[in-house]
């Protein structure tokens, strides 16, 4: 089955910087890939995705980029803000009947004021 | 606007007792899923279901079964609870529409203790 990695598992950083978040993915059919957001004592939600038809997406100050031969993505963070702080789950899926994603073990972001 | 709903915020439970978590939607989604979270392990799927009385394992299973008997609903069960199943466990919800997968919705969480 699919193995997301994810990197760093935590990371601080100063208000106003960037933060860039690291996956690696095992199965090369993979062709979906999400990003989650979870606040602290609330539930994940999704914040960006990218389909593998495509190289980078972005949306505001989030953007993800995808390296198909690699078999890795990232999510960055421009200008960070304090209600950045949270932990965010990369995920992967394969297609296929089963609408099923893999996630990535987290990574905890603390955006320092 | 979305809204899948757990059937409780925390539960305390005695080892070997019967568990049961609940899960409902309101958007008549397809898919149906059930993940545990536990620190530094991410989500991890325990079951998932994409139709009405349908189901499938996902990384995690043993210890645990589902029943999915409406669409809307679908419920977790410890058929005899351990120390080990100590956890939050998030139910989430999809729609179906072709080969590739949409978004997740997920449910505020239940944190289950097991004494």
């Known amino acids: 089955g699919e193995n997301v990695e994810q990197h760093p598992s935590t990371l601080s950083v100063q208000e106003g910087d960037s933060a860039v978040i690291k996956c690696t993915y095992s199965?090369?059919?993979?062709?979906?890939f999400p990003w989650y957001k979870q606040e602290l004592g609330k539930r994940p939600q999704l914040i960006i995705d990218?389909?593998?038809?495509?190289g980078e997406k972005k949306d505001q100050r989030i953007a993800v980029t995808l390296n198909k031969t690699a078999k890795h993505f990232s999510l960055h963070i421009t200008e960070t803000q304090p209600e950045d702080s949270a932990v965010y789950f990369c995920?992967?899926?394969?297609?296929?009947?089963?609408?099923?994603?893999?996630f990535g073990t987290g990574t905890k972001l603390q955006v320092i004021p | 606007d979305v809204k899948v709903t757990q059937s409780s915020r925390y539960l305390v439970k005695r080892t070997g007792e019967k568990v049961f978590l609940e899960c409902v939607q309101d958007?008549?989604?397809?898919?149906m899923f059930w993940y545990r979270q536990d620190p530094g392990l991410g989500l991890r799927l325990i079951y998932f279901s994409y139709d009405v009385k349908m189901k499938e394992k996902g990384d995690i299973p043993e210890g645990y079964s589902v029943s999915r008997e409406k669409k809307e609903r679908f419920s977790l069960i410890l058929e005899s609870a351990s120390t080990n199943q100590t956890s939050m466990y998030l139910c989430?919800?999809?729609?179906?529409?072709?080969?590739?997968?949409?978004?997740?919705?997920f449910g505020p969480g239940t944190r289950l203790l097991v004494l």
């Open positions: 958007m008549d989604h397809e898919n």
């Open positions: 990218i389909r593998s038809n495509v």
């Open positions: 995920a992967a899926s394969i297609p296929g009947g089963y609408q099923k994603v893999t």
């Open positions: 989430a919800s999809s729609l179906y529409l072709g080969g590739t997968p949409e978004t997740q919705y």
């Open positions: 199965d090369s059919a993979s062709n979906y």
